[in-house]
């Protein structure tokens, strides 16, 4: 019987789309770890302190993440792809008042 042969990645489909998507997954988990590894570093040095940790609890839910949100539903990359984004007044049907 012939041996096995050797798996190569230019043999797999789409091997450029697994190492696309291992690189985004590794780059969520390294800003978790960073940012994570950035707090424990901050609150054990004692400039983290409750007051402080509630005052960016508070800035980080009213304002970056509404601001990520409508960043998420326009979906434009912008200056990186070299597109002009289209306005979220544009994309709703009826205005934000």
Known sequence: PEAPKAIHLENLERPNMTFAILRAAAASVGTASAMAASGAFLRWEG????????????????????????ASAIGCRGVVAGEECTRLRDMLEWPLL
Do not use: N, R
């Not at 400039?47 to 949100?69: D, E, N, R, W």
């Open 47 to 70: 400039t983290m302190t409750a007051q402080v940790s509630k005052g960016l609890s508070k800035i980080s839910m009213t304002c970056t993440m509404p601001c990520l949100l409508f």
